[in-house]
């Protein structure tokens, strides 16, 4: 029996795509594969970055970090979500050759701990909290940990790393700027005991911005997969030609008329004020399909777009097909992200819900099957 699921199809060729298009911007890249590769599967683009000759991932934890390991990307693996590291973590991070990102004090004191009386050297990142508020030492705290590292003959910081907050805003410009003076001052003072030491502050919209400095390690996530972080600001389209990775379709359950005065759905929603034919499409809120989506929404049928009507159920929506020229039958699929004809992006998605393209391959790509 075929589960009448929704489907997630992913697009590794424009994957590629996007990066050469990124790597035209000059930078070496450090493409950012965390949460599952923004929910497109860390396992496979894992595979895809090594078969390009990408030297460089950023994972989400640890154990995603060795899951790109496994999955034979030989470049370095920074993984940007790392806890105050315990022994275990120290141990596959050295086992797997793993780069954990140290923030913190504690994070210092821990890793140097793990490491007392080993032979091997770990390499980590180092995060400078530059303006996010997040994670990160600040820069009067840079003398010490260079020193404190500068003591610690097993431990090699390979890479400084900070964040932009507001790159994606050009009215925020100044503030951009003044997060890379902070890096780069931070950068100075680590590179007087580690002249080696690699500097990676720009993500997606810092390098289509080219805010930092040429030798930047950019970590674009969001252009990988297509989406433009500067959407809808007078800097739309500097990141190149992109083209989206994500596909995701639900097979229809049922089609039938709703007669003039008929209603349908929770709540009575949609009532057909003239003859309709509708259909319901077997994705829902347990899909990560969001039950609040704004007026307008559409999917997507043989090419051609359909309004989504009545109150988005758990594992159920329905679209009027009324304007369809040929009206489907059950069984066949409904694309409610990309797909051929007049498809639907992530971005057109996220404006419906209120949200961003990001958080939309991460709700719908947790339907991946494979
Ligand atoms: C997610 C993330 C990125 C990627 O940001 P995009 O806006 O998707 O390009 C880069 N660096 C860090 C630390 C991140 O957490």
């Known amino acids: 029996m075929k589960e009448p699921s929704c489907r997630v199809h992913i697009n590794w060729e424009n994957f590629r795509h996007n990066i050469s298009v990124l790597m035209q911007k000059g930078h070496t890249l450090m493409p950012v594969i965390k949460a599952d590769a923004y929910g497109h599967g860390v396992a496979r683009a894992a595979l895809e970055l090594e078969k390009l000759g990408i030297t460089w991932a950023a994972a989400g934890t640890l154990k995603e970090a060795a899951l790109i390991r496994e999955n034979g990307f030989s470049g370095h693996i920074v993984s940007l979500l790392c806890p105050v590291p315990e022994e275990e973590d120290v141990a596959l991070a050295l086992e797997k050759g793993l780069v ?32 996010m508020g997040r994670l990160g030492f600040p820069l009067s705290a840079m003398e010490k940990v260079a020193g404190f590292l500068a003591g610690a003959e097993n431990i090699r910081p390979v890479v400084q790393i900070s964040h932009l907050s507001v790159a994606d805003d050009p009215d925020e410009d100044a503030y951009t700027a003044g997060q ?64 989206p990775v994500m596909e995701v379709s639900a097979p229809i359950l049922s089609v039938h008329p709703l007669h003039k005065g008929e209603s349908l759905g929770y709540g009575r929603t949609y009532k057909a004020d003239s003859e309709r034919l509708v259909g319901w499409v077997a994705i829902g809120y347990a899909d990560g399909y969001r039950r609040n989506p704004a007026p307008g929404t559409c999917m997507c049928i043989n090419g051609t777009r359909v309004p989504v009507i009545g109150r988005v159920a ?27 004809g007049n498809a639907v992006s992530a971005q057109e998605i996220a404006d419906w819900w209120g949200t961003i393209p990001y958080e939309v391959t991460c709700l719908l790509g947790k339907n991946k099957t494979e």
Do not use: W
Request: glycine share 10%; net charge negative; hydrophobic share 35%.
């Open 100 to 131: 954990p990102l140290i923030h913190s004090k504690e994070g210092l004191l821990a890793v140097k701990e793990a490491m007392q009386g080993r032979r091997q050297i770990l390499d980590i990142a180092v995060k400078v909290d530059t303006g």
């Open 180 to 243: 890379c003076e902070l890096f780069y001052s931070a950068a100075a003072i680590m590179h007087r005991s580690f002249p080696d030491m690699r500097c990676s502050l720009g993500n997606t919209a810092g390098l289509a911005t080219l805010v930092t400095d040429s030798e930047d390690i950019c970590r674009p996530g969001i252009a990988l997969y297509g989406y433009d972080p500067l959407h809808g600001t007078e800097k739309e389209g500097i990141c190149g030609n992109l083209l």
């Open 314 to 340: 758990m594992q159920m929506t329905c679209v009027d097909l009324t304007e369809l020229p040929a009206p489907p039958s059950p069984g066949d699929r409904a694309y409610v992200l990309g797909g051929p």
